[in-house]
């Protein structure tokens, strides 16, 4: 990365190996900036210090093929002095780094060697996927994929909760209606939805429905019954549902975890390390997590009945024994966080080799315009029904199905992943589904305006650029692409998706400008073949950068 030239030649010219190298967002100010000069200055004059410095780059030859221009900003006077060493790239280099553009641009080895496994998706049986789950599935494989560009081997997982109360619910209202099974796999999915609610409706209201939702959930524990049978029935119907539309979202899992395999193993697990881990507390165990500054959390219950907690902690040392990683994350709404401190650390005192190889990643509820979801009404839109009325509403100003689904699917999913995944989302349709502005089908767009460019191009895409001296829409495209192997190396070290999309919203931009600006096709002359190069490279970027995060890039539009 042209990043990693100038750092090294810092450390070089200052002997300090930790280096801060930042894009200044006003062009002005360079392409690169650090602060060096104001980090090792101790007693001396930061300013002083960072001319000092900015000679010494001045003769590395290594350098000067690299960068252009290199001079120190700030105050100048006593105690308020702030030095900072900017840097020009050179348009030679820009120009020349046009060829190095293809589709595995952006790939780096920053990880290279390290496996991890990434939990993500995690929708329930027996009733249908709510948009924090949606939010999960693109957020997973958004960042599996950045991850896998950034060196890392990842192990995709899900794990999906296919008994306890929901389930049992389900069955309840599903044994008393005695329900008509339709054909159609998401019809029988509807049909499930249907039933959870009607059994969580009763159970909440009446008490002898409530004992007997609870009877059942023991029944499908203890399996060979009529209600065992029908949970193992209405669970693929389940399962079969969420492949089909992970299919269309573009998931491929390696692996499906599932609490009816890991809830017996776990209530061992917690009852085994009794006096050791847990202890036990009116009849149930519990981790005290109070002596660690956490919250005191049951593991089983004074029945004997295994809680999240008791499964989770089989249902780690599971995933570990079958694909042993440097590093296992679990990806769910930031309500979870306080549980999965208290998880890891039980794991990290019943397993030391674990410490520092858990992480969970907390992100932010999402929200419609219409208020917070709930997946207890019947009123609500789920993940999937959100995915279909995007699609249809693409379709109304583009008729072919195939490129409304890639772009509805992929307006949803840039929706989702353009802002800071922490903070809460609220998803707008008419934004996401917008050709103009910080949306995905103005990214995809840009990348069909590129290839519609070249396409009428043709064999005029292959000549010289050399000596070519850009102008200021240009060169502002020029000094954004090589930028983008060092954001997928950032958004891989920072779990930070939306990181790409700004990279993605700002080199369209740019080349908008450009495009609108200059005419890009002369025949036979330099300037129309550095255009055409400028313009392909471009189209490559996004195409790459889309592929990241889970979006198709149409050739048309």
């Known amino acids: 990365m042209t990043k990693d030239k100038i750092i090294k030649a810092i450390q070089k010219a200052t002997e300090e190996k930790d280096i801060h190298l930042e894009s200044p967002e006003i062009a002005e100010h360079g392409d690169y900036s650090t602060?060096?000069?104001?980090?090792?200055?101790?007693?001396?004059?930061?300013?002083?210090?960072?001319?000092?410095?900015?000679?010494?780059?001045?003769?590395d030859r290594d350098l000067s093929v690299v960068v252009n221009k290199i001079e120190v900003a700030g105050s100048a006077e006593g105690e308020t002095s702030r030095a900072f060493i900017n840097f020009w790239l050179k348009e030679e280099f820009l120009v020349g780094e046009l060829s190095d553009v293809n589709h595995t641009y952006g790939k780096t080895s920053s990880f290279k060697g390290k496996k991890v496994m990434f939990e993500y998706g995690d929708a329930n049986t027996h009733k249908l996927p709510h948009i924090g789950h949606l939010f999960s599935y693109i957020y997973g494989e958004a960042m599996i994929r950045i991850m896998e560009a950034a060196g890392w081997e990842v192990y995709r997982a899900s794990y999906q909760g296919d008994i306890g109360p929901h389930v049992a619910k389900c069955l309840w209202a599903f044994e008393k209606n005695k329900p008509q099974v339709p054909e159609s796999l998401a019809d029988k999915a509807q049909l499930l939805q249907k039933m959870y609610q009607e059994g969580s409706k009763a159970y909440d209201e009446n008490e002898k429905?409530?004992?007997?939702?609870?009877?059942?959930?023991?029944?499908?524990?203890?399996?060979?019954?009529?209600?065992?049978?029908?949970?193992?029935q209405t669970r693929q119907w389940s399962i079969d549902y969420y492949k089909q539309f992970e299919k269309r979202l573009g998931i491929n899992y390696d692996r499906y975890y599932f609490e009816s395999e890991v809830h017996e193993k776990g209530?061992?697990?917690?009852?085994?390390?009794?006096?050791?881990?847990?202890?036990?507390?009116?009849?149930?165990?519990?981790?005290?997590?109070?002596?660690?500054?956490?919250?005191?959390r049951v593991f089983v219950t004074s029945a004997g009945t295994p809680m999240y907690e008791a499964k989770d902690m089989y249902l780690q040392e599971l995933k570990f024994s079958q694909w042993p990683?440097?590093?296992?994350?679990?990806?769910?709404?930031?309500?979870?966080?306080?549980?999965?401190?208290v998880i890891f650390?039980?794991?990290?005192?019943?397993?030391?080799?674990?410490?520092?190889?858990?992480?969970?990643?907390?992100?932010?509820?999402v929200n419609l315009k219409s208020g917070k979801m709930s997946s207890r009404t019947g009123?609500?839109?789920?993940?999937?029904?959100?995915?279909?009325?995007?699609v249809e509403r693409v379709k109304k100003f583009n008729q072919d199905k195939k490129t409304a689904e890639a772009v509805g699917i992929g307006a949803v999913k840039y929706s989702f992943l353009k802002n800071n995944p922490?903070?809460?989302?609220?998803?707008?349709?008419?934004?996401?589904?917008a050709a103009e502005g910080n949306s995905g089908p103005y990214i995809q767009y840009t990348y069909a305006r590129t290839q519609s460019v070249l396409h009428k191009a043709g064999k005029q895409t292959s000549g010289k650029t050399e000596n070519q001296k850009p102008n200021s829409e240009e060169l502002a495209v020029l000094r954004t692409l090589p930028k983008f192997p060092e954001i997928v190396a950032a958004a891989a070290e920072n779990y930070a998706p939306n990181l790409v999309c700004n990279y993605l919203y700002d080199l369209a931009s740019k080349f908008n400008t450009f495009y609108n600006k200059h005419r890009i096709i002369h025949s036979g002359s330099v300037s129309s073949n550095f255009r055409l190069a400028l313009t392909a490279a471009t189209g490559q970027v996004l195409a790459n950068g889309l592929k990241l995060l889970g979006i198709q890039a149409p050739e048309k539009m």
Request: glycine share 8%.
């Open 209 to 232: 429905v409530k004992e007997e939702v609870n009877k059942i959930n023991k029944l499908v524990y203890e399996g060979s019954n009529k209600y065992y049978d029908l949970w193992k």
């Open 422 to 433: 922490l903070q809460d989302t609220k998803f707008d349709l008419e934004e996401s589904i």
């Open 35 to 59: 602060n060096v000069a104001m980090q090792i200055a101790g007693n001396k004059n930061p300013r002083e210090l960072a001319e000092k410095i900015a000679k010494t780059m001045r003769l």
């Open 325 to 341: 990683a440097d590093l296992l994350i679990i990806s769910t709404a930031h309500e979870q966080n306080e549980y999965f401190k």
């Open 345 to 365: 650390k039980a794991l990290e005192m019943l397993h030391p080799k674990y410490t520092g190889k858990l992480k969970h990643i907390g992100f932010g509820m």
């Open 379 to 390: 009123n609500i839109i789920g993940g999937i029904e959100l995915v279909d009325i995007v």
């Open 267 to 296: 209530r061992e697990i917690v009852e085994a390390n009794v006096g050791k881990i847990f202890k036990k507390s009116e009849g149930a165990i519990i981790f005290e997590g109070s002596k660690y500054d956490l919250h005191d």
